[in-house]
């Protein structure tokens, strides 16, 4: 069974940092890219990093750059999302995605999220 948990949610205040983490478990980690997502109330949900899946490429929505760091850890099975300087305009719902994809097949996996709220 495919499983991305989620942890790392939580209330900060703006400025402050959290850490993200997702444990993946069910399929093979080493051949999928990861990213993160985010939804906000009243919103569509948005990407906001993703890293490939030997963790050499790395992409950030602009509005991120500079203050979040994903990584991933194929030893562990596991992708993080650092983010500092946290505004309140990054308060959302954050969720893992995997994802992997061949001539013939594709794969996209998600958790079932994690909440983020950065107070004023």
């Known amino acids: 069974e495919v499983q991305l948990v989620e942890s790392g949610g939580g209330l900060v205040q703006a400025g402050g940092s959290l850490r993200l983490s997702c444990a993946a478990s069910?399929?093979?980690?080493?051949?999928?890219?990861m990213g993160w997502f985010r939804q906000a109330p009243g919103k569509e949900r948005e990407g906001v990093s993703c890293i490939s899946s030997v963790g050499d490429n790395t992409y950030y929505t602009d509005s991120v750059k500079g203050r979040f760091t994903i990584s991933k850890d194929n030893a562990k099975n596991a992708v993080y999302l650092q983010m500092n300087s946290l505004k309140p305009e990054d308060t959302a719902v954050y969720y893992c995605?995997?994802?992997?994809?061949?001539?013939?097949?594709?794969?996209?996996?998600w958790g079932q999220g994690t909440q983020v709220t950065v107070s004023s």
């Open positions: 995605n995997a994802n992997a994809r061949s001539t013939t097949w594709s794969r996209n996996y």
């Open positions: 069910g399929f093979t980690f080493d051949d999928y890219g």
